[in-house]
Each structure stands twice: as C-alpha cells, then as structure tokens.
C-alpha cells in the first residue's frame, strides 16, 4: 500500500511539473543571427509571426524562437511589443552582439513548435543569466511530496489495528439442556433414574396402589 502511495505521488508531482516547465519563463545568452516574417494560416485564419534565429556562443547550436504577442491569454506575460523586440533582434543581428533571451514554450519539430520570446536585451560576453524559475520550480515540488508523504504516513501510523482495538473474548462453554419430562416419566421416572435402577413388576404395582 505504502508503494502505491508513493507511485501516485509521484505521478501527480511529474504531472504538475510538465505543464510548468512548458509555460515558465526560462533565459539564456545567445547571439542573433538572424530575423524573419513568415505568414502562418491556421484554419481561416492568417496572419504574420516574426521569428528570431540564435546560436550559443563558441557553438553551432541553433535555437529558433517565434516573437508572437501573448495578449491577454495564457500564459499570462501580457505581452504586446512583439515589433519592438523584433526591432532590438534586427539590431543585435547586424552587430552580432549577445543578447539575454528570455522565452517559454518548446521546440518540437513534429508539431512545427516553437518556444516564443518574451524579452530580449543586449548583454555582454561575460554576463551570466541568473536562473530562478527552475530551482523555485523543483523546490516547490520536493516540498509539496515531503509535505503529501509525511502527513500519509501520520495517516497511517494514528490509525489503529482492528485487532489491537478489540480484545479476544473467549467463547462460553455450552451447557447442554436437560430433557423435558414426558407424562411417561411420571410412571417410570426420568431417563437418569431408568438407568440408574431398572423398574420392576413390584414397582409398577405399588405405583398403582398410590393412584
């Protein structure tokens, strides 16, 4: 039992935590490399998403981001200056400076995924981005198991057994019953008293002169 406790914790814990890794913000630095408009249609609608090209410095590492506002949905960064910080890319790209890149969101190439900036700021070579998000994040969640599994196991040990409540009462020994008497017993006494002294002939008659 005390495994399957535990199994459903951690269940719900990588639960909780994959929905908050994707909508988190995250940040690194990275030096853009390019910028460009591309014209997405979903459904009916189409409309225009600028996307941002970066690599890691002293590496061929490629992120791809999609500058898009979030508005007033989720998650909520409220942000609407998707333009300015295509504009800052567009700088940083023709200086090829650093930038400390902040997003949320994946990249899954299947789906055509892409994380989106939330904001960008040029930095320089020696700036290292402090992260806060992800050990929060990870704090939060060992403390929240220790928390569930400590008041579980409370749980368990203050309830009593059933048969440390209840103390074993011995059975009463059965008494078996006499037998009733019958009108025949009166002429020759009970079963007890039939084989303790068998009736005689004299007996009978004596009986009968009583009556």
Known sequence: MRLILLAALGGLVFSLAIPLDWCLPHSAVLQVTGTTVKRMASGDDAHDVYFISTTEPGTNKVHVFRNEDTGWGFPPYLK????????????????????KVTWYGWRIQM???????VSLKPVDAVYTPLPVARPMLGGALLLLMA????????????????????????????????????????????PAQAQAKPAT???WLEREDRN
Request: glycine share 6%; charged share 20%.
């Open 111 to 117: 789906l055509s995924a892409f994380p989106n900036v």
């Open 201 to 203: 002939a004299a007996d």
């Open 147 to 190: 928390f569930v599994a400590r008041a579980l196991m409370r749980r368990r040990t203050s309830v009593p057994s059933v048969t440390e409540e209840l103390p074993v009462v011995p059975a009463a020994p059965v008494v078996p019953a006499e037998p009733r008497a019958t009108p025949v017993d009166a002429w020759i006494g009970t």
């Open 80 to 99: 609407f200056g998707s333009a300015d910080i295509q504009a800052q890319a567009d700088l940083l790209r023709g200086n090829h400076g650093l930038a």
